[in-house]
Nanobody, 126 residues
């Protein structure tokens, strides 16, 4: 079973930056499992559906960013450390949401029945 733990959320003013980090671990394997996982960041604002923010493939060579964050957010990963980060710059109040890290063994965008973290709150004040 894969466990995901997010960190780095908080309160920031409009135009500020935050960096979210997600650490992946697996209970029974000792080798680096991160290279087997497609990783993604999602977010859910109050009263809204969960939306995909960004994904990164297993090698880190291919990324996707939603139009709403393109040019401001950057997803990256370090397979040696089993981590995936989301650098968020030029934050806007509409970025306020709970951000979730998700992982899928193999390829494809993580789905509801894949692995998810508990979420970290990001609040952008105007």
């Amino acid at each position: 079973q894969v466990q995901l733990v997010e960190s780095g959320g908080g309160l920031v003013q409009t135009g500020g930056s935050l960096r979210l980090s997600c650490a992946a671990s697996i209970r029974t394997f000792t080798f680096s499992i991160a290279s087997s996982l497609t990783m993604g960041w999602f977010r859910q604002a109050p009263g809204k559906d969960r939306e995909l923010v960004a994904t990164i493939n297993r090698s880190g060579g291919s990324t996707y960013h939603a139009d709403s964050v393109k040019g401001r957010f950057t997803i990256s990963r370090d397979n040696a450390k089993n981590t995936v980060d989301l650098q968020m710059n030029s934050l806007k109040p509409e970025d306020t949401a709970v951000y979730y890290c998700a992982a899928r063994l193999g390829i494809g965008v993580p789905r509801a029945n894949d692995y998810w973290g508990q979420g970290t709150q990001v609040t952008v004040s105007s």
